[in-house]
């Protein structure tokens, strides 16, 4: 009889992981539209790179980046030099390559 519980507990906090991995997915996505247009919009990205944890995008117009959204996103830094911006990201930095790449 306990074995059953057990199951059924197993079941459940399987389905609840997976509703939340589902709501983080569509948060990340959400994030990363929010990032392509505090870039000034998908027109606006040259190039991406990725180094360790920085994002290296090249922009067309670097004036029309708004850095305070980019900071509410989490980035922990950024260095503007020329019409790049370096965006410290950690961990998530080549997932938003990868997916602004398949923007393109």
Request: net charge positive; charged share 25%; proline share 0%.
């Amino acid at each position: 009889m306990h074995i059953i519980q057990y199951v059924i507990i197993a079941v459940v906090l399987l389905i609840i992981s997976l509703v939340i991995v589902k709501l983080n997915h569509k948060n990340f996505n959400l994030e990363i539209n929010k990032l392509v247009q505090y870039l000034g919009g998908k027109d606006n990205i040259l190039d991406t790179e990725v180094n360790m944890s920085r994002f290296k995008v090249t922009l067309k117009d670097v004036s029309i980046v708004d850095k305070e959204g980019i900071q509410k996103l989490g980035a922990k830094g950024i260095v503007e030099i020329d019409n790049q911006l370096k965006i410290i990201f950690g961990n998530e930095a080549r997932a938003l390559k990868k997916y602004i790449s398949e923007m393109k």
